[in-house]
């Protein structure tokens, strides 16, 4: 068994589901795509690959996987919320478009370092943060 599935078998565990071939496919269909999808994109997905799982059931399994850290929940500022897996992911920051909502992927060094010295200067240790730029894509504008 793969380390992705058992960790979906412990966190289900913890939560008091079961481990069903329904809520598996949920979890393979997140992380087969770097792509970041809201909830609806990812049941169809699951869908197209023949797999007969309910929205209802799709819809709470992410809400599961993002409580236990497996999954990042990206407020998109229009439409619904994004999602895409943490698995073997190094950090990224966000730039999203408010009319299609494009979203690219950012790492600069300089807004990591400064954040850490905002932390150091209020006395606190990072744990973790959010950040993400709103604005009209390319193609949009
Ligand atoms: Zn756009
Ligand atoms: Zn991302």
Redesign the pocket.
Known sequence: MSKNIKKLKKVLHKEGLRFTSQREAVWNEIISSDE?RNADEIYMAIRQNGVLVSRATVYRTIDVLVKNNMV?K?DVGVGPSKF?HKMN?SH?D?IICIQCGH?E?FVVDQIESLQDSVAKEYEFILVRHIHQLFGICKDCQ
Request: charged letters at 35%.
């Open positions: 970041h990042r990206l895409e992911t990224h966000h979203i992927e």
